[in-house]
């Protein structure tokens, strides 16, 4: 029997696009129509955006324990969380944690490495450019990383909490994500982390100037080999 899936959600979004490519993908692994159980739990966005708007990482990561310990509660084997900002908190909650976490930084860089790439532009929130949630995963594997300067953090920051959580895709909001990878490419970038869950949703190999790495695709598909395989590794 494949492990329960628990996912650890935080925006809309977000989740459910992980939530459909472990649905969609876990054919793959099972055969036709095939996945492994899956249950998530959300607490408002709201009441994350209020403790990241007060630098309250304890209180993002109590949110993420009381999710995990309600999707522990029903049988979960192990748990992942579709949100790259969260991440930041997971220290804070870790050694309380009923379940084990799959870590987006380190599945993400798992898979720069096996690529072959060097040097990662980075995307996100500003909480999650501000922060050393990738910088010290990617260190760990000799990745190198170029943030978006302080202009870009703004807009891209906007774009994501006014529009993509909240299920607006606009053009405009394309052309600004190209700029900025195209930036990034002028600086020596060979790929681009979209580390931001809801990106992949307007952002994509098609249209991005650098190879892209969809942070919540690559999660959703580790979760699925931990679940249908038992191992722990990321990549």
Known sequence: MPQHI????????????????????????LG?????????????????????DRGDWQGVGELMLSSANKLAKIGADFLICPDNTIHQALACIDARSPLPWLHIAEVVAAQAAERGYRRLGLTGTRWL????????????????????????????????MDELVCGVFKSEAVATFQRVIGRMKDDGCDAVVLGCTEIPLIINDSNSPLPTLASTRLLAQAALRRAVQGGVAPA
Do not use: W
């Open 6 to 29: 628990g996912i650890v959600a935080c925006s809309a979004e977000g989740a459910a696009h992980c939530y459909r490519t472990i649905c969609a993908e876990g054919a793959q692994f």
């Open 32 to 52: 036709p129509h095939a996945h492994p159980e899956v249950s998530m739990h959300t607490h408002s966005l709201a009441a994350y955006v209020d403790c990241l």
């Open 129 to 160: 450019v501000d922060s050393e949630v990738y910088p010290e995963k990617l260190t760990a594997r000799g990745l190198e990383l170029v943030r978006p300067n302080t202009n870009e953090r703004e807009a891209i920051n906007r774009i994501i």
